[in-house]
């Protein structure tokens, strides 16, 4: 008799080499997705899946603790997704709809905080309720937390530490709980209230703290700035720093409030071709001076804004080396409530460079040292901003 996991396998496979449809939508806001009429039909290598039936038959009956049908189709799916990229990922049923709950551009956390423990010199899991994801793999209240995307904690305050466990909602973060263990890969789940924050500085200079980019993001920029606007206004200074993106239309937009010609941003895909994002002619802010301060945790969006006003030569850039992630990612939904999450299009900055792995470049490094204040160092930044020429 041929068992049942083979019998699966035939049948998925002969079902896989006649058709495959793909259904996609847009990851830029999850509460609107539909499904495409449009069906791409894929051809996959029979020898190639005779392959996958081998080495599954062989996990299937040797593998020290038995696998469900289920369980190893799901961690085939894993394996194949995430191979792609650190962005791409399938999704099971819950994590899909917790991440079509919001949109791309709002901020998220994990599901527990970090506080140091003095006596032990080192920073503890705390906060962690017993049902939460991060306790299902493992995690609990108490243990020590060595690195968060390689970034080691010892030498940190609490406002870095909060910042590396926040990032853009569904986007992953990995935790290293000793020198020599291996990394935990977590979702960020749990959504942050932001809000963009203004203050006026001692030399006249407007700083605008954006923690992610949402859809009213360029509205309220231009308020601020139109609320702040006198004759002593020297000059705004947006402060980018640990901001990891959001919508590319909210960075479009914002740009576009300085820009009056050229290209902000393009993109280049296999599946959908290359496109542009130009400026509309607008002479509002024309001559009010621009800053922008970034450091290696500004990604994706907070990228596309940065490099639109730098190679436009319409911003000084100061700060670190940004982070390097400029993918578009598309959701992709599957008929059993699952879906993928995968990368479809890389951003292009106005000169035509690409961001993924490359980040941008300020015109003036100046990174926050260890022993100095953070008020201290935005006036040093905003002098800087106002004695470039």
């Given at each position: 008799m041929v068992p049942h996991w083979k019998r699966m396998l035939v049948a998925t496979t002969l079902m896989m080499c006649v058709n495959l449809p793909v259904?996609?939508?847009?990851?830029?806001?999850?509460?609107?997705l539909e499904e495409t009429t449009e069906q791409d039909y894929v051809e996959v290598p029979v020898e190639s899946i005779q392959q996958?039936?081998?080495?599954?038959?062989?996990?299937?009956?040797?593998?020290?603790?038995?696998?469900?049908?289920?369980?190893?189709?799901?961690?085939?799916?894993q394996g194949l997704?995430?191979?792609l990229d650190q962005y791409s990922r399938y999704l099971n049923a819950e994590d899909y709809r917790a991440l079509v709950q919001y949109t791309e551009g709002d901020l998220a956390s994990v599901d527990f905080n970090l506080r140091y423990d003095a006596q032990q010199h080192q920073w503890q899991i705390h906060n962690l309720r017993p049902d939460a994801d991060s306790a299902k793999q493992g995690l609990r209240n108490g243990i020590s937390v060595f690195k968060i995307d390689n970034q080691e904690l010892q030498k940190l305050n609490q406002d870095q530490v909060n910042a590396l466990l926040m990032g853009a909602v569904g986007s992953n973060i990995t935790l290293?709980?000793?020198?020599?263990a291996q990394p935990i890969r977590l979702v960020r789940n749990r959504k942050v209230e932001t809000d963009i924050q203004a203050q006026m500085l001692s030399n006249q200079v407007l700083l605008i703290k954006v923690k992610v980019f949402q859809q009213d993001t360029a509205n309220e920029i231009k308020e601020l700035i139109e609320q702040y606007s006198t004759p002593r206004l020297k000059a705004v200074l947006f402060d980018l720093r640990n901001n990891p993106g959001g919508l590319l239309s909210s960075a479009v937009e914002?740009?576009?409030?300085?820009?009056?010609?050229?290209?902000?941003?393009?993109?280049?895909?296999?599946?959908?071709?290359?496109?542009?994002?130009q400026a509309l002619p607008s002479f509002e802010f024309q001559n009010l001076k621009v800053g922008v301060l970034i450091n290696q945790r500004s990604a994706?969006?907070?990228?596309?804004?940065?490099?639109?006003?730098?190679?436009?030569?319409?911003?000084?850039?100061?700060?670190?080396k940004s982070y390097g992630k400029g993918v578009v990612q598309k959701l992709f939904p599957l008929s059993d409530g699952t879906a993928l999450q995968m990368t479809v299009s890389h951003y292009y900055t106005?000169?035509?460079?690409m961001i993924e792995g490359v980040g941008i470049e300020p015109n003036q490094r100046y990174a926050l040292q260890q022993d100095m204040k953070e008020d201290?160092?935005?006036?040093?930044?905003?002098?800087l901003l106002l004695s470039h020429k």
């Open positions: 259904w996609a939508a847009e990851d830029q806001d999850p509460l609107a996958f039936v081998k080495i599954y038959g062989l996990v299937k009956a040797n593998y020290v603790t038995e696998k469900s049908d289920e369980a190893l189709f799901a961690q085939a799916i997704v995430s191979g290293q709980l000793t020198a020599s914002s740009a576009d409030l300085f820009l009056n010609q050229g290209v902000i941003v393009s993109t280049k895909s296999r599946a959908e071709g290359d496109q542009q994002f994706s969006a907070a990228e596309v804004f940065t490099a639109a006003l730098k190679d436009h030569g319409r911003a000084w850039v100061i700060g670190e106005p000169q035509g460079k201290n160092y935005l006036d040093h930044v905003a002098e």
